[in-house]
C-alpha cells in the first residue's frame, strides 16, 4: 500500500495550463500532465472539488511516462464558471465542456476516468456527443449517472452530508464530515490533517447553493445504456469500505447494461482510492488505456 506523504496542493512543474471557453461562454479550467505522444485520458474529479485534488497523484512517474492526462474543473467546481441558474447546468453544456476541454488539448479519443460524481459526466458524454468521442470508461469509486450514484449506490454518509449542507448551522460540520468520508478506510482511520484541509477548504469555497443544482440537475441514462451494450470498454475499481459509493451496486449496474466490463474490487479500502493506492491505481488506469481502451 502507498499512500501520499507531500501536502503541495500546486500543479506539477510540466502541467499545461488552459483556460477553456464553453459553447455558453463560460470558462473551465483545465491542465495537462504526461506525454502527449501516449495514450490520451480525461481525468474528472467529485462533487464540491476541483481537479487539484489529483495534483499529486497526476506526478505520479507511472501516469507522467505512460499518458497523457487531462484534468478540468467541472462546472460549478473549483476555478471554473459557477452558473447560477437551472439553465446552466443543462447536460448538453457539461458534454459540450468535455468537448471544449479535448478540442483546445488536440485529444484523440480520449478514455474518461471519473472518480466519484466525475464518473457521471459519461452520461452527459452519450447523449449528447458522437458515441465514437471515448475510448473506454474508467469508474473510479463511481457511477455510471445521477440516479445511481445518488440513488442505490449511495451509501449512508452521503445522504446525511447533503442533508447536513441544507442549513447554515449544520454546514460546516457536515463539509467536516464529508471530507472525512471521502479519506477514512480501516487502512487509514484517521485523515491527515493537510488533506482535510484541502478538501474542506475546495468544498467551502464553493457557493452552497451550487451544490443544490449539481445534484438536481437532469440526465438521460439511456444513451450511454446503449453505449456499454455497444461493447465500449469499462472498469470499475473500487474500494470495499467505501464511505460514500456502494461499489457492489455500481457492479450490479454495469453488469446489467455493460457488454464487457472488468470489475475490480480493492479490499478494505476507501473512497479516495488515488490517494489511498496510488501506485495500484495508478497502474490499473494504465493498463486500461493502454491496453484495453487504446482509439482504434
Known sequence: ?????????????????KIVRS?????????????????????????ALSGAVFDEFCATPKLLENLYIVRYDIRGHGRSGMPMSPEGHASKLYADDFKAVVDAFELRKPTLIGWSMGGIISADI???????????????SSAPHKNVILGPAAAPALGAAIQGCSSPSTLLGALVD?????????????????LRCQLVGA???????????????????????KLLAGGIPVLVMYGTEDKLTQGGVVEDEIRKHAKEAELLAVPGAGHMLFWEKPTLVASTVVRFVTERAQPS
Open 126 to 140: 452519450a447523449a449528447h456527443l458522437p458515441a465514437d468521442t471515448l475510448s473506454g470508461i474508467f469508474y473510479l
Open 1 to 17: 500500500m502507498g499512500s501520499s506523504s507531500s501536502n503541495s496542493t500546486r500543479p506539477p512543474p510540466t502541467a499545461d495550463v
Open 203 to 225: 468544498m467551502a469555497l464553493q457557493p452552497n447553493d451550487m451544490r443544490g443544482l449539481i445534484l438536481t440537475r437532469e440526465q438521460d441514462s439511456a444513451p450511454l445504456e
Open 178 to 194: 464529508f471530507a472525512d468520508a471521502c479519506i477514512s478506510s480501516p487502512t487509514h482511520p484517521t485523515s491527515p490533517y493537510h
Open 23 to 47: 459553447s455558453d461562454g463560460e470558462h473551465i479550467y483545465a491542465e495537462a500532465t504526461g506525454d502527449p505522444s501516449k495514450p490520451h485520458a480525461v481525468l474528472l474529479h467529485g462533487l
